[in-house]
């Protein structure tokens, strides 16, 4: 059984400090097998919000993955958009903008669906690209045969019929059969400010809200925590209550031969 912290849309730049602190303790007193943080660490990608975010993590348990979302890149900074779009994350927070951990009976494999631009006015948009499934499937591949197989990304993979909107990550229907062959069990993703969880192509997937920000979307500040083993996966949305963490929903998936399917799906807890 392996347990999950996992975190998102921190927006460093418009959070709030006493949120900040009570996150660091609830995720300590999970004692998580790994913690996954899916993107939007900073508002603006200044360099002070990325040095406040990357002083965050460091108070995080290990193992932890992190990959950038669009709000991690300048934004009305030409230059810096389209020239270094990176640079203040591999200063602050890590050389690498794609990486993976893996565990005893785990690999978490990190996804940039972050662009520059796009062909469509919305740059917040996201995307994945033939090469980076290939780099999941190659990384998947190779994990030992009943490790869970998981996938970070900020952009979503799963909408819900409010979030339809929204729009998938860009090229989401191309790779999610691919994905499925590569045995992922989690995708877990942010971008919506939303908790959510459901399955698509046999995959279960995870959407966490803004965990400290205050650029909340109807949803009080939350975060997932994740219990997962090799027969069922189970999601509690953490939500703030204004005092405290505490579960305020929950999502159940159980693995058959067709892959993950709901259990007892969507029950609210009182
Ligand atoms: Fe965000
Ligand atoms: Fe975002």
């Given at each position: 059984m392996m347990r999950i912290a996992h975190i998102s849309d921190l927006h460093f730049g418009t959070h709030l400090p006493r949120l900040a602190e009570a996150l660091s303790t609830e995720i300590h007193r999970m004692d998580p097998t790994l913690v996954a943080l899916s993107g939007d660490l900073t508002q603006h990608a200044r360099a002070r919000e990325f040095a406040a975010a990357a002083e965050f993590i460091r108070m995080l348990p290990e193992p932890l993955l992190v990959v950038p979302g669009n709000h991690d890149l300048p934004g009305w900074r030409p230059w810096r958009r389209f020239i270094h779009p990176w640079r203040a994350w591999r200063r602050h927070i890590s050389e690498e903008l794609e990486s993976s951990v893996s565990g005893e009976d785990f690999i978490a494999i990190g996804v940039k669906t972050a662009r520059r631009w796009g062909l469509h006015l919305d740059w917040s948009r996201g995307r994945i690209n033939l090469n980076q499934?290939?780099?999941?499937?190659?990384?998947?591949?190779?994990?030992?045969?009943?490790?869970?197989?998981?996938?970070?990304?900020?952009?979503?993979?799963?909408?819900?019929?409010?979030?339809?909107?929204?729009?998938?990550?860009?090229?989401?229907?191309?790779?999610?059969?691919?994905?499925?062959?590569?045995?992922?069990?989690?995708?877990?993703?942010?971008?919506l400010h939303q908790s959510d969880a459901g399955t698509?192509?046999?995959?279960?997937?995870?959407?966490?809200?803004?965990?400290?920000?205050?650029?909340?979307?109807?949803?009080?500040?939350?975060?997932?925590?994740?219990?997962?083993?090799?027969?069922?996966?189970?999601?509690?949305?953490?939500?703030?209550?204004?005092?405290?963490?505490?579960?305020?929903?929950?999502?159940?998936?159980?693995?058959?031969?067709m892959g993950w399917t709901p259990g007892r799906s969507g029950s609210s807890l009182p």
């Open positions: 499934l290939g780099r999941v499937v190659r990384l998947a591949s190779a994990a030992k045969p009943d490790a869970m197989r998981i996938l970070v990304a900020h952009h979503p993979f799963l909408l819900s019929d409010a979030m339809r909107r929204r729009g998938l990550v860009g090229r989401a229907q191309d790779v999610l059969g691919g994905l499925r062959s590569a045995r992922i069990d989690l995708i877990l993703g942010g971008h698509t192509h046999g995959i279960v997937v995870a959407q966490a809200g803004t965990a400290i920000s205050r650029r909340r979307k109807g949803e009080p500040n939350a975060f997932n925590r994740i219990e997962a083993s090799r027969q069922r996966i189970r999601i509690d949305a953490m939500r703030w209550d204004g005092t405290r963490f505490s579960v305020a929903q929950r999502w159940e998936f159980e693995r058959t031969t």
